[in-house]
């Protein structure tokens, strides 16, 4: 996971062999004011931060989490999901 709030594409997710996913978030979602680096959820809780590495367990295993948030991925996305963990 990157986030950049100094380029265009501010917020990507990134795969090991280099393919790049937007991301996209539940409504109330926002940017943090700590460097501008992290997405708090609705809360104002950590729900990413840049550098996050989103592990994806074997099938049958769980789902990918993000800050205990479920994650999905689906053509060329990553979704965020709000039911957490």
């Not at 100094?6 to 393919?19: F, L, P, R, Y």
């Not at 991301?23 to 992290?38: C, I, K, L, R």
């Not at 367990?57 to 709000?82: K, M």
Request: aromatic share 8%; net charge negative; hydrophobic share 40%.
């Amino acid at each position: 996971m990157r986030i950049n709030p100094a380029v265009s594409e501010q917020i990507e997710a990134i795969a090991d062999d280099g393919v790049t996913f937007d991301v996209w978030w539940p409504e109330g979602f926002h940017a943090g004011a700590s460097g501008g680096t992290v997405i708090l959820d609705q809360e104002d809780r950590i729900a990413a931060s840049d550098r996050d590495v989103i592990e994806v367990p074997a099938r049958g295993q769980g789902w990918p989490q993000l800050h205990g948030y479920r994650v999905c991925a689906a053509s060329g996305a990553i979704y965020v999901v709000t039911d957490p963990v």
